[in-house]
């Protein structure tokens, strides 16, 4: 009632008039807020707006329910592809904890994501015991209009593990050899596949809680070698992980991921970019 109220006093006021009182009766401005929610139609699930921001980035609540399954705990990442979701997946017992990619809403977005999954799907298909350090997808559905991917979850990545452990110092060469160890095996498992994952940064090498298992995730930008529209570009991987023929503008293969692995190894150990 207050609300149509509201909307009443909203829509017949008139701006011309001369009439003050009709003035001293205009609703607060917390009151149009709220008198604007229900004209929008906030809880309208036909409205994207209520679920997406002006970038096409999904709005994560905490407590929803995703897809009838994955109860939200909250963003925990935000890239150029996609919004990162930690959740309880609910029809495990007991519940388990997930890692939901929430892919941006728009059409290049979507036409990456089905890359990025065939992808996934290849790397995890030919690593059935998960022993190869690659991320692993469990589900993909769609949410929302918004593709959405299913991760194990891990603790937390590289970068804040250095950061808690060894900023501006490094870490103990022995975790740097352990970890060191276990990214090469993962790339000559995507390359095995004649997969490029081409973003190999701290921030997308994940580590377990007990700090003894480190796994490459985020393929949003990986390509296979064998695809035929791998246009040069100086810009691939990130600014201090990128190899000198990508940024000399040469012709680029898997070995591009060799060399930010290395950078990645270097930084961990002296604590300092390379």
């Not at 692993?136 to 959405?148: A, C, G, P, Q």
Request: proline share 3%; net charge neutral.
């Amino acid at each position: 009632v207050a609300a149509e109220t509201n909307s009443r006093a909203i829509t017949s006021f008139d701006i011309f008039s001369s009439d003050k009182s009709e003035i001293a009766h205009l609703p607060s401005s917390t009151n149009l807020v709220h008198a604007a929610s229900h004209l929008d139609g906030e809880n309208n699930p036909h409205l994207q707006s209520n679920w997406d921001d002006s970038e096409g980035y999904y709005k994560a609540r905490v407590g929803e329910l995703i897809n009838d399954r994955y109860s939200s705990l909250g963003v925990i990442g935000k890239g150029v592809f996609s919004t990162v979701i930690r959740c309880t997946d609910t029809k495990i017992d007991p519940p388990t904890i997930v890692a939901i990619k929430m892919i941006r809403n728009n059409d290049t977005m979507r036409k990456a994501a089905e890359k990025e999954l065939s992808i996934l799907k290849q790397i995890t298909n030919t690593d059935p015991n998960g022993k190869r350090y690659c991320v692993r997808v469990l589900d993909h559905s769609e949410f929302r209009s918004h593709v959405v991917f299913v991760f194990e979850c891990l603790s937390m990545n590289l970068r804040d593990t250095l950061k808690k452990f060894g900023k501006y110092v490094g870490i103990n060469v022995s975790a740097v050899r352990m970890y060191a160890k276990q990214l090469f095996i993962a790339l000559r498992h995507i390359s095995e596949q004649q997969i490029v994952h081409a973003d190999i940064k701290l921030d997308n090498i994940l580590v377990s809680e007990d700090l003894k298992h480190v796994k490459i995730c985020d393929f949003g930008s990986a390509f296979r070698e064998t695809d035929g529209d791998n246009d040069i570009t100086p810009y691939l991987q990130s600014r201090f992980y990128r190899a000198p023929e990508v940024m000399l503008g040469l012709k680029y293969d898997r070995q591009v991921d060799l060399w930010s692995v290395a950078t990645c190894l270097y930084e961990l150990f002296t604590g300092y970019v390379m």
